[in-house]
């Protein structure tokens, strides 16, 4: 028998599945409606398809997920009743946060509210001990005033403890005193030690991270243990259980119940991993990736085939330290709601329609207008092709509400109102491209747009054509290419730890011992999963500065043990790598070294795609009709030509006006461009010659 790979991402409004037949090398897709209330639900769903196809249960070889439960937990304010130990004296650092607001219309908001303690002080308990700088022991810890606050804690009815020391990243006595009190005296809890989560500088930082890990830790355990348990109960015997995690690469579920913080961004980082595999495979090397769902827009750059990580990334204003891929979002979906505003403006999102009640035209009780609803009323999409036929769409519902809503409010036809609509969100997501690329001083000219997710192909002509990017790359199957990420992902683990010092003078006997316990804990973790050390890559860095400076960058180092050469190896690419990301370098300024970082790579099977031979079937064959598109005052309604994307093979060349679709998403191809179907089945959209 076959076996199977099951992929799934789960999004706002559709969870995508991807299954991959390891012995034919053949993929298949499909899409449900996902579950907010019960989001394993929808995951079971899918699978469940797969075996209705009478693929047997015990032939899923291996099974990945993208999820939005950690993420959701945090912006919903859902998470666990949650305590937090700071070192006596210290507890003001959670409660102040930060000096800054941030940047944008937070720094003129009137009104600006720094975001809700996760952890309140009538929960957070203060414990006598310090650590100097150091990392010398001036006060030991108070076992006894430790025992009365976890008493307190667990009096309280909490259900997750952060720990978050002054120094304890240098010295992790302390806090591992803290995990020996827990185990004995309040076991039932979960437990979050900043050493463990994040052990580096800046006290706030780490103390958020850690703060948010303990919040959510409880839901995504609970999740990932119901999931697992009803997979074994519907047959699924493979212990090849993955979760996506936001640096790009997945980890174990019990390794993301451990620290889920690590998964926020579990869902979009799988398309960006898709991208990078589908344009290496092409043989482009610089992308903008861009993917609209349901509900959002995400947005990343990877330059020369690398993707931007970043370790100073937000969710909802609150920091988390972590290395994860540099994805900016916006609110701009396939659900997002358009409405008159109280001065009669239209006003597109940021709220959405989701999954439930949905679009208009969904039919399940929506009564607000949304991007897909002005699609639609466009001639866009299909209203009997939605998802290959298997949804049919109000058409009629949609153009009446949108014109009772918004096209006679302002004065407008209904197609000039729908029009208008999709400009708006337009300039929201172009917004977020030039965040990613031109604002960080790269030439957007110089990328290759790849759009997907359900709304990425159906925006991304006119969003190329308005921003002067010359190439538009559409993978083959769209609507689920961060679920096809999940095939091209490894195991992924992120180690730091701090060390400042002069570059110069770097004590490099000292350093490489800081490595090596590094390398050691990197490779104990990746034995416990399974992996052999020729299954194994370590990837070290430098998180360099120049001296005074509030920031660093992270730079990437030769294999440890350092040498003398390896400093001078190590300024000069630091001296490069700031001028890109800033505008400018100080060859003459001195250099000090911030933290030491490692990310180890458990090697995972890769799932192989081949290219497509083509039969030498005509163009002709693969269209399918011809429908009425509106493409605003400067074309008007033009007579389209339709395309099944299924029938299209390599080599076929398309001539907008066009619009080719697919069971997950529909393709526009402006008047203005054309398309061409690469050896795997790409489509390739550039502006006519």
């Known amino acids: 028998m076959a076996k199977y790979r099951v992929t799934v991402d789960t999004g706002g409004t559709f969870s995508d599945f991807v299954f991959f037949n390891e012995e034919t090398g053949k993929i298949s897709i499909t899409k449900v409606s996902s579950t907010p209330k019960e989001p394993f639900q929808a995951v079971l769903n899918g699978v469940q398809e797969l075996l209705d196809q009478g693929v047997p249960a015990k032939e899923i070889s291996f099974f990945c997920h993208g999820t939005t439960v950690g993420t959701n937990t945090l912006l919903e304010g859902k998470g666990a009743k949650t305590g937090l130990l700071v070192t006596s004296g210290f507890r003001g650092i959670y409660e102040v946060m930060e000096q800054t607001r941030g940047y944008g219309p937070a720094t003129y908001d009137l009104f600006f509210e720094k975001p809700k303690l996760l952890a309140p002080s009538y929960y957070t308990e203060e414990i006598p001990e310090r650590v100097d700088f150091r990392g010398e022991v001036l006060k030991p810890i108070d076992i006894e005033s430790s025992l009365q606050a976890i008493r307190s804690l667990k009096q309280k009815k909490v259900e997750s403890v952060a720990v978050c020391f002054l120094f304890s990243f240098l010295n992790q006595k302390h806090e591992l005193k803290i995990k020996e009190i827990m185990e004995k005296e309040f076991p039932e809890a979960s437990l979050s030690l900043s050493c463990e989560i994040l052990p580096q500088i800046r006290e706030f930082y780490r103390m958020s991270t850690t703060v948010i890990n303990a919040y959510i830790a409880p839901v995504l355990s609970r999740y990932l243990g119901r999931l697992e348990g009803r997979l074994r109960e519907m047959g699924v015997t493979t212990p090849k259980l993955y979760i996506m995690q936001s640096n790009g690469g997945v980890s174990t579920f019990q390794g993301a119940g451990k620290k889920p913080v690590a ?3 579990s869902g979009p980082a799988g398309g960006v991993i898709a991208s990078l595999g589908i344009s290496q495979m092409a043989g482009i090397k610089n992308i903008i990736t861009f993917d609209m769902g349901g509900t ?16 100073q990334g937000r969710i909802n204003q609150r920091p988390i330290s972590l290395p994860m891929l540099d994805i900016h979002t916006v609110s701009a979906g396939g659900g997002t709601i358009a409405r008159i505003d109280a001065v009669g403006g239209l006003q597109v999102g940021p709220d959405s329609a989701g999954a439930d009640p949905g679009p208009i035209c969904y039919g399940y009780g929506g009564k607000e207008v949304t991007i ?16 290959g036929g298997r949804m049919k769409l109000d058409k009629g519902k949609a153009e009446t509400l949108l014109e009772e809503k918004i096209a006679r409010p302002l004065g407008l036809g209904l197609l000039e109102a729908a029009d208008g609509i999709l400009k708006i969100i337009n300039v929201k997501m172009e917004e977020a491209i030039k965040a990613v690329s031109s604002q960080r001083g790269y030439d957007i000219r110089d990328f290759t747009l790849v759009a997907f997710g359900g709304g990425g192909p159906m925006h991304a002509g006119r969003i190329a054509l308005d921003l002067g990017i010359p190439s538009l790359l559409i993978p083959f199957a769209p609507g689920v290419t961060s679920a096809l990420g999940l ?16 570059l110069k003078e770097l004590d490099l006997g000292e350093a490489n011992h800081l490595f090596s316990q590094l390398i050691e804990q990197a490779r104990a973790e990746l034995r416990s999963e399974g992996f052999q ?12 500065r120049y001296a005074g400076q509030g920031y660093e960058l992270t730079v990437p180092s030769p294999m440890p043990p350092l040498k003398a050469a390896d400093i001078d190896l190590m300024r000069q690419r630091f001296d490069s790598q700031h001028e890109q990301a800033h505008g400018h370098k100080a060859e ?18 890769q799932a192989k795609f081949s290219p497509v031979k ?32 299924d029938a299209l093979e390599p080599a076929h060349k398309i001539a907008g006006p066009a ?31």
């Open 487 to 502: 095939l091209m992902s490894d195991v992924k683990h992120d180690y730091v730890r701090s060390k400042l010092a002069p």
């Open 372 to 387: 897909t609803d002005a699609n639609l009323v466009l001639g866009v999409l299909n209203p009997d092709h939605f998802l």
């Open 614 to 645: 083509p039969t030498g079937k005509k163009l002709a064959a693969a269209r399918i009709g011809e429908r009425k598109i509106f493409f605003g005052r400067e074309h008007g309604t033009l007579n389209c030509r339709i395309y099944s994307r």
């Open 659 to 689: 619009v080719i679709e697919q069971m997950d998403t529909t393709t526009v191809i402006h008047p203005e461009q054309e398309a061409t179907v690469d050896s795997y089945r790409n489509l390739m959209v550039c502006a006519k010659k």
């Open 296 to 311: 959002s827009c995400d947005v990343a750059l990877i330059h020369e085939g690398n993707p931007v990580i970043t370790t």
């Open 588 to 605: 003459s300024e001195p250099v000090e070294l911030v933290s030491l970082r490692l990310i180890s790579v458990g090697l995972v099977p």
């Open 263 to 265: 998964t926020v961004l």
């Open 533 to 544: 050390d020729n299954e194994m890559e370590l990837q070290p860095f430098l998180d360099l």
